[in-house]
């Protein structure tokens, strides 16, 4: 049986952003946890990685922009297809990765 542990992250985790740093600092801190247990976890049947979706209309987005055009930011559905295929098997070799929906699907 094949395991996953599946983090969600941002852009701003790597690329700070001034007044966001808080949360970048948290998701700074979610890619080095979800590298050091993809590290620890590397003999195991457990593959761990993270999905930074890019923009995303969640209900913080909203709070945060306000007067953003919510049509010009992606639907959460959007980028789905990433994690269903980092959870599924073709994903079986894929540990201790950072996977970016904006870079690699648009």
């Known amino acids: ?26 998701k700074c801190a979610i890619d080095g946890l979800a590298k050091t247990l993809a590290a620890e976890l590397e003999n195991s049947h457990i593959r761990v990685n993270t999905i930074d979706p890019g923009p995303t209309l969640t209900a913080l987005r909203k709070r945060a922009f306000p007067g953003e055009d919510n049509a010009s930011v992606q ?22 990765q950072r996977l970016t929906w904006v870079d690699d699907h648009q």
């Open 75 to 96: 639907p959460p559905e959007t980028p789905m297809p990433l994690y269903l295929w980092a959870m599924g098997p073709d994903s079986r070799t894929t540990n201790g």
């Open 1 to 26: 049986a094949d395991a996953r542990i599946l983090f969600t992250t941002d852009r701003v985790g790597r690329d700070g952003k001034a007044f966001w740093g808080a949360y970048g600092a948290s």
